[in-house]
């Protein structure tokens, strides 16, 4: 009977129709939240100190509730943690597997089955953790004292080593958060290096685990990281001097020119590194003074030189420069982060002048951990000084003799 | 067989002391006219500079050095400098060495240095693992992250925890 098929046809799909409604109805009101998170079915909550029955029972609970739905996130980690706790650690790690199979991307989740398996000291945990701080940006500062743990410790390091070679978003706020926190800077500097490693100039992370390091006494490291991060180009010839040509811009890093960025009304002078007419875009190093008391140093350059005999050659332009001894070039003794003795000083430069050659002999003894090359004022240590005009200098070079 | 990387630490602990502590920038250009070449760059793979009088410049393969320059490798690169004497010292990623023709072969292949050292190198310098840090995440991340007391298992203490997760959407929909 066609007419009969055909109303059993419709039954059916009513049937079918209302099932899946139902099931849509349970899953979105009955099973979970408005917030997406699951709903979680009444549970015992257990006591302090509770007892073998009621623990016993809580496992029932857990049972039933799985029963119920297998996919219920909260009870599988639930059922997870009650694994864990009871001794049972691999029911425990495929528990947490399983609760990874239903929600990889779980902030809670990914965060319990991370400290699961880094307690069992597994890779695992690490590989979680790391998908952890770059799914949640927010969960990095919970995060990151855990990774510089792992970094510290040597378990971990080889791994944290290729999870960084993917260079992921979190890295470089790590290398920030880890060196401005203690972290040794040697064990920060690959990371640094990676994290880096498509910037066009070093990133502040990466200026400051250099950073670290100088003060730290590892110049060598220092240098070498830094000079993995100069772009290629510029590493055709480097130089003693850094770009003693001005013809980038500086870039306040590392062994690169720091010029300052102070107030002028505070330090009493601007520097620049502006265009000079003529062909071929040449550039060259401006300080203008206001006149006023002189405060921190214009431009500097930390040098890293072998004991030796060298000698630094450059051009100066003072204009209308006054002041009571004038201003020079010194290189001066660096041991960690305090700035010392003079080693060298240039002539002294005054008044007007056209573009003239100068030079000053160094001669680096070893004595010192490390040098810098700067700009300042003549005046005896802890004198103040008064300067007026501007000074212009372009192609310092250091040779070795 | 275990003292094996006791050794290798030992013996470029002793190169380190044995070389200055400051790299490249002294020392003769690559290809001097008044000194000979004794040593050259071959195999290089990526990036390498050497020392001049006026600092560090990039090589390319087949560069030839005096004694006492300084060839350094940049990150990712790798090279053989070749002495003269048949001596081959292989230089891995951001390595140093100083070319030394009148030392020991052996000698100058432990003067090569890595500066910025990579997790794996320095394992092997450290010689052996360490205990287990299982103890880290327990103190770090469980506290971090609502604690073991937190996660105790129950209903209410699971509810917590989820219920700070706002947006965290795991709703098959």
Redesign the interface.
């Known amino acids: 009977m066609p007419a009969t098929s055909g109303s059993a046809a419709r039954l059916a799909i009513v049937a079918v129709s209302l099932f899946l409604l139902w099931r849509v109805f349970h899953?979105?009101v009955g099973l979970?939240e408005v917030?997406?998170?699951?709903r979680?079915?009444?549970?015992?909550?257990?006591a302090a100190g509770s007892s073998v029955d009621s623990?016993a029972g809580?496992r029932a609970a857990?049972g039933r509730l799985l029963d119920d739905n297998p996919a219920e996130?909260?009870a599988v980690?639930?059922l997870a943690?009650?694994r864990e706790?009871g001794g049972d650690v691999a029911g425990a790690s495929k528990a947490y597997r399983t609760a990874l199979d239903?929600?990889p991307l779980?902030?809670?989740t990914l965060?319990?089955a991370?400290?699961?398996f880094?307690?069992?000291?597994q890779p695992a945990?690490l590989e979680l953790?790391a998908r952890l701080v770059e799914s949640?940006p927010a969960?990095r500062e919970?995060?990151f004292?855990?990774l510089a743990?792992?970094l510290a410790?040597?378990?971990?390091?080889?791994q944290?080593?290729q999870i960084a070679a993917r260079n992921p978003a979190w890295l470089d706020p790590f290398v920030a958060w880890a060196c401005t926190r203690g972290t040794d800077p040697?064990l920060l500097?690959?990371l640094a290096?990676q994290a880096s490693?498509a910037a066009a100039a070093p990133t502040r992370a990466a200026a400051c685990v250099i950073d670290r390091l100088r003060i730290s006494g590892l110049?060598?490291?220092a240098?070498?990281?830094w000079?993995?991060l100069v772009p290629?180009a510029r590493?055709?010839?480097?130089?003693?001097?850094f770009n003693g040509g001005f013809d980038y811009p500086a870039t306040n890093t590392g062994f690169d020119w720091t010029i300052s960025q102070d107030a002028e009304r505070r330090v009493g002078h601007t520097a620049e590194i502006v265009r000079l007419p003529g062909a071929g875009d040449p550039r060259a190093l401006r300080v203008a003074y206001n006149g006023a008391r002189q405060r921190g140093i214009p431009a500097r350059q930390y040098l890293?030189?072998?004991?030796?005999r060298y000698e630094l050659t450059g051009l100066a332009r003072p204009q209308g420069l006054k002041a009571n001894r004038g201003i020079h070039w010194t290189v001066r003794c660096v041991e960690g982060d305090r700035i010392g003795k003079v080693v060298a000083r240039s002539e002294r430069f005054l008044g007007t002048a056209d573009w003239q050659p100068f030079s000053m002999k160094v001669e680096i003894d070893g004595s010192c951990g490390g040098h810098v090359l700067q700009l300042e004022p003549v005046v005896e240590e802890g004198q103040i000084a008064f300067v007026s005009g501007s000074a212009w200098f372009d192609d310092l070079?250091?040779?070795?003799r | 067989m275990k003292l094996r990387p006791v050794v290798k630490a030992i013996a470029v602990v002793l190169s380190l002391a044995a070389v200055p502590n400051l790299f490249a920038q002294q020392g003769p250009a690559p290809v001097a006219p008044a000194a000979p070449a004794v040593a050259s760059l071959l195999a290089l793979e990526g990036d390498a500079l050497a020392s001049t009088v006026s600092g560090l410049v990039a090589v390319t393969q087949g560069a030839t050095f005096t004694n006492g320059t300084r060839v350094l490798t940049m990150a990712k690169s790798t090279g053989t400098i070749e002495y003269t004497d048949g001596c081959l010292v292989n230089l891995g990623p951001n390595m140093r060495v100083e070319i030394r023709l009148g030392a020991p072969c052996e000698q100058r292949q432990l003067m090569a240095v890595q500066t910025v050292l990579d997790p794996a190198t320095e394992l092997a310098l450290e010689g052996a693992l360490e205990t287990a840090t299982a103890s880290i995440p327990a103190l770090v991340l469980g506290g971090a992250l609502g604690g073991p007391a937190g996660i105790v298992a129950g209903g209410a203490g699971i509810a917590a925890l989820v219920g700070t997760s706002p947006g965290d959407s795991v709703s098959p929909n």
């Open positions: 899953v979105n979970y917030s997406g998170q699951p979680l079915a009444a549970l015992p909550v257990p623990r809580e857990l996130l909260a980690l639930m943690r009650e706790t239903i929600a779980h902030r809670e965060a319990r991370s400290a699961h880094l307690r069992q000291g945990g953790l949640y969960m919970r995060a004292p855990v743990e792992l410790g040597s378990r971990y390091r080889a944290l080593s040697s500097a690959p290096l490693s110049w060598e490291q240098y070498h990281l000079l993995n290629k590493r055709a010839r480097l130089g003693f001097v890293l030189l072998l004991p030796g070079v250091l040779w070795r």
